[in-house]
């Protein structure tokens, strides 16, 4: 019976010169700490330390990657455990075995069999014959205490996690961490979007909630301003390094203060226009820069990805379930109003993220090889894979550097997907460097130096803490 296993040269290139100069430059980086600044670990699961459920609670429905794949062969999200009338824990497991073949050639069967080998210690090939002998294995595996959240945080080697959270989040479960001791390893990250977009329906009431959690009132722009600034000083002091910020557009043209007003007046009404809100959604981008400024919080942009693009599926399973859809992503002259104010601001560090790789050398690269405010973030989302993070070094070293990206992120709801993500990122990052040197582009103790920058150094000093 065939079995599971991780080659040691996975994803490194196949010639043999380049791949013992890919040993080589992987083995410095293999067992750095993992500095994880942008994902969707919830805080508490580590603020509370509770075991995991089950497999497929662990390794199955969170992960938008897996279902989305699977509900594309026809299987319906229910029978993987999402919305009413989900199915048990098990049957989710045999579901997913019996559709393991899906994830050939994906960045999903990398992480998964990563997780499976080097997490849980399993060899077993998941198919409809192995599914209940495979889902035993791991749930007495995670019924031990070493696979509880915080063993595995520290078996991970994981220096510092950034989770994603709102503005109107207590930072309650924070406050746990820090009291255990865990402030400086967790921290937050502010993520306004809910707030800035002022045509959601939840939005009135979401910026009522807002003046109560900043105590401040929200009933004119100005208080808005004031209540956001007041959030983003909460999060500071619960050691938040960075904001983020999920636009389908990247533009950044400013209102004047009576436009701005006028326009947040008529959301509090009801009365906004889509042109209005799409045009206060780019003010607010701008003002989030200029905050920024003030506070030194790393600005994070992610535009670009049409968001629920099935209503049905948003109304039945909520948001996140794999039905956001790239589109094209313009920057060049979207961020230049940002730019022009604040590109050169020394303050200012601003990430930028695409899901549109046509943008990676025309625009994204450029930017980001002039102004020092920018970095480029990593390849993100349907990009952080093995092709994605090649084409991604190819498409920028040569304008950026490598010393205008901004290290990898895992962007992950998945926990225990954490380390094979970086590993792979890693291991692209090795294999790219090996080409260099055995082209005589570089030398290999300055691969050596780079790879370790990389993976550790630049987002260290991207991600430094704002000054007081």
Known sequence: MPQLHLDPDRTFPPDPVTRQLARTVYAATRDLPLVCMHGHVDAALLADDPPFGDPAALLITPDHYVTRLVHSAGVPLEELGIGAGAAASRAIWRTFCANWRLFRGTPSRYWLTHELVEVFGVDTVPSAQTADRLYDELSARLARPEFRPRALFERFGIE???????????????????????GERVIPTFRP????????????????????????????????????????????????????????????????????????????AGRVT?????????????????????????????????????????????????????????????????????????????ILFTVDETVYSRELAPLAGVYPAVRLGAPWWFL???????????????????????????????FASIPARHDLARRIDAGHLADLVARHHLDLDEAVETAVDLAYTIPKQVYARPAP
């Open 274 to 350: 889509p042109p209005e809100a799409a045009a206060f959604a780019g003010h607010m981008l701008y003002q989030m820069a200029a905050m920024s400024c003030e506070d030194g919080l790393v600005m994070q942009l992610h535009p670009g990805v049409l968001r629920d693009h099935h209503d049905g599926a948003h109304r039945l399973y909520g948001p996140d379930r794999g039905f956001d859809i790239p589109v094209a992503a313009e920057f060049t002259r979207s961020l230049r109003p940002l730019l022009q104010a604040f590109g050169r601001h020394p303050a200012l560090r601003l």
């Open 160 to 182: 510092v996690l950034a989770t994603t959270d709102s503005p109107l989040d207590d930072l309650g479960a924070h406050a746990r961490l820090a009291a255990d001791g865990w």
């Open 384 to 414: 952080d894979s093995p092709e994605g993070l090649r084409r991604f070094r190819a498409a920028v070293t040569e304008t950026a550097g490598f010393y205008n990206t901004a290290g990898f992120v895992d962007d992950t709801r998945a």
């Open 193 to 268: 979007d809910a707030l800035v977009h002022v045509a959601r329906p939840s939005w009135t009431a979401d910026v009522a909630a807002l003046a109560k959690r900043a105590d401040v009132p929200t009933d004119d722009y100005d208080g808005y301003l004031e209540a956001l600034r007041a959030r983003r000083r909460a999060f500071i002091a619960a050691g938040a390094l960075a904001t983020d910020h999920g636009h389908e557009s990247a533009d950044t043209t400013p209102l004047g203060d009576a436009d701005a007003r006028r326009i947040y007046a008529a959301a509090l």
